[in-house]
């Protein structure tokens, strides 16, 4: 199965092809040939395939946004209009394929990824209050940060 041909699921129509199809093990271990790369935050000019993605809204490089975030089958098709960074099993990049994933479980079960993580995993853990995307209202115990020299994070309850 993990060497299994992920293409099945996700079609790419993208310009530059990969040699050979991505297999799920390539999507779990980030080799698929796409993701966020630690010379793209250190370059002096915008990577081009950061500001393709970017004008894209996929939120693939950087923090994401659940307002701008395209639905699953929008976002797949869009990250498969991009070229590769490398090619699959050549390099690990970071992030993309966790999300890649997220798209394919969702297929698989017929369900959002979100309720899948809810009723397959944070509930049967007791985590009620950990979803995939969360508001400020639904976080209540969530950690708010640490200032430089505190001894330890500050919480939601300081404010209490």
């Given at each position: 199965m993990l060497g299994c041909c992920a293409s099945r699921t996700v079609?790419?129509?993208?310009?530059?092809?990969?040699?050979?199809?991505?297999?799920?093990?390539?999507?779990?271990?980030?080799?698929?040939?796409?993701?966020?790369?630690?010379?793209?935050?250190?370059?002096?000019?915008?990577?081009?395939?950061?500001?393709?993605a970017d004008e894209l809204r996929l939120g693939t490089f950087g923090p994401p946004n659940p307002a701008q975030q395209p639905d699953p089958d929008t976002w797949i098709t869009a990250l498969g209009s991009l070229p590769l960074i490398a090619q699959p099993g050549e390099r690990w990049l970071d992030n993309t394929g966790a999300s890649v994933l997220g798209v394919l479980l969702s297929r698989a079960a017929g369900r959002p990824f979100g309720e899948l993580l809810r009723s397959r995993v944070f509930e049967p853990l007791g985590m009620g209050d950990?979803?995939?995307?969360?508001?400020?209202?639904?976080?209540?115990h969530d950690a708010r940060g640490r200032r430089p020299g505190a001894a330890r994070a500050r919480s939601a309850r300081d404010d209490e």
């Open positions: 079609r790419s129509t993208r310009p530059f092809p990969p040699r050979r199809p991505a297999t799920v093990r390539e999507l779990l271990t980030f080799t698929f040939g796409f993701g966020a790369a630690f010379e793209m935050y250190t370059s002096s000019k915008p990577w081009p395939i950061v500001t393709a950990t979803a995939l995307w969360t508001s400020e209202v639904d976080r209540p």
